[in-house]
């Protein structure tokens, strides 16, 4: 059972962008994404490991910080803002939701730390990145899905509406890749991390023989979600962290000074540049159709109406109910097309709109102590703790300008992982994060 448990761990960190699923319920005559009731193969994975963490008393470990209990509030909020939704079921599945994924934080902070060898999961995360990436080089050079229903992948091509794209100078439409995810912005988000995750192995990998060629692959499938804010992000995190590795004395020591490490820092330097510029040259048109952004482009006035909207329930203590806020949008402004009644692309707002202004505050209470508490004990001394946390404020940051960490499994599932690793490196800062932690039967 031991080496069953494993594998689940393992595989979930490959699984996490598979939409499989089953949907059990929706309200109304036609399907609305946020207003159903869906069964993920994942959900199951998760399920299955939480049994095998009640069972296990040999590893399981009482990590509970106080910045813990505002979560637990927070989940009490959640909890009684079902009481203004206007589906019962919706308002209690997705309070499940939330109680999944925050039962999948502690999970990993005070068992899955201590039961696994986490560099193998970071092995598998970036195997997974490679995996969605071929997939989503296969999708942009088709300009359509490749059949992988088995997966979950969407089903797009160019002659449909409502699909992730954008049209270049020449007037040509492109779609962006998806992966298996439901959004490419979802697939950024994943890839995001698989790509910081091979900079930490980079980094703290003692192997010689490490699978650099996977890298430009994740990277050019990465680009070609032509998610911006996502690939934005990637950028200030790269700067940033050479920046800090150049000019702060301990880290240039332990990294430049190195010969090992600096060769393999200038490897994945120059993989970088070279990726990064042939991606430019064959696809100048596409990026510098993104880079275009202006205040009429339909993106971004959907974004501004759906805050401004958000804002309109004025102060209340529990929301207008879990899950219901496009239900009150279609209340609000009942002529609009389907695909605008959407949940606010901010994940802050849709908190303070949906479960109220005491949940927004121990959702807000929550963060800010995790961070502090980083901040705080580990000073950021390590660069592994410096990444961990550049990452989980990264992850933060998308939650401004989108809903899919809160509302979307694949998302849910970056969002708390994030978390549950930074809180994992602030319970267990010592050796969960190297090559050498051991792995428990």
């Known amino acids: 059972m031991s080496r069953f448990e494993q594998f689940l761990f393992y595989f979930l960190f490959f699984a996490i962008p598979f939409q499989t699923r089953k949907i059990l319920y929706y309200s109304g005559w036609y399907f609305n994404e946020w207003q159903s009731v869906s069964i993920y193969a994942t959900d199951l994975i998760l399920l299955a490991l939480f049994v095998f963490w009640a069972v296990d008393n040999r590893h399981r470990k009482s990590v509970i910080h106080r910045y813990d209990y505002f979560l637990l509030g927070f989940l009490v909020a959640a909890a009684i803002s079902i009481k203004n939704s206007s589906d019962i079921y919706v308002g209690a599945f997705l309070w499940l939701k939330l109680a999944e994924f925050s039962l999948l934080y502690f999970y990993i902070k005070t068992y899955a730390i201590f039961k696994f060898n986490f560099v193998k999961a970071l092995h598998i995360l970036i195997l997974g990145g490679l995996f969605q990436s071929v997939i989503a080089i296969g999708q942009f050079l088709k300009q359509g899905s490749l059949g992988l229903t088995s997966f979950g992948e969407s089903t797009f091509g160019p002659d449909m509406t409502g699909i992730a794209s954008f049209f270049v100078d020449s007037g040509e439409k492109v779609i962006r890749a998806y992966g298996t995810t439901p959004h490419p912005n979802v697939l950024a988000a994943y890839l995001f991390i698989s790509i910081f995750v091979f900079y930490f192995l980079v980094l703290y990998s003692s192997k010689r023989s490490f699978i650099y060629w996977a890298y430009p692959i994740i990277l050019v499938g990465f680009f ?55 991606f430019a040259f064959l696809y100048r048109p596409e990026i510098e159709s993104r880079l275009t952004l202006s205040a009429k482009e339909e993106a971004v006035q959907l974004r501004i109406f759906y805050n401004e909207e958000s804002l309109k329930g004025g102060v209340n203590l529990f929301g207008i109910g879990l899950g219901d806020f496009t239900v009150w949008l279609m209340e609000q402004n009942p002529n609009l097309p389907a695909y605008m009644y959407q949940p606010v692309h ?47 404020l990264s992850i933060l940051f998308m939650g401004f300008f989108d809903h899919f960490l809160l509302t979307i499994q694949q998302g849910r599932f970056v969002f708390w992982l994030s978390l549950a690793l930074l809180a994992a490196a602030v319970s267990s800062p010592t050796n969960h994060f190297s090559e050498n932690s051991p792995e428990q039967s």
């Not at 998610?227 to 990294?255: C, D, E, Q």
């Not at 927004?360 to 990444?387: A, D, N, V």
């Open 224 to 278: 070609f979600t032509f998610s911006r804010t996502i690939i934005f992000l990637w950028v200030v995190g790269v700067s940033s962290g050479m920046a800090i590795g150049y000019f702060n004395g301990p880290f240039k020591r332990r990294f430049l000074d190195n010969e090992f490490l600096k060769a393999k820092i200038i490897k994945t330097v120059w993989l970088t540049i070279i990726t990064c510029m042939v």
């Open 346 to 392: 901010n994940i802050y707002l849709l908190i303070y709109s949906e479960i109220g202004v005491i949940g927004f505050g121990l959702f807000l209470l929550f963060l800010t102590g995790l961070l502090y508490e980083i901040i705080k004990k580990l000073k950021l001394r390590k660069l592994k703790c410096y990444s961990f946390f550049l990452v989980t």
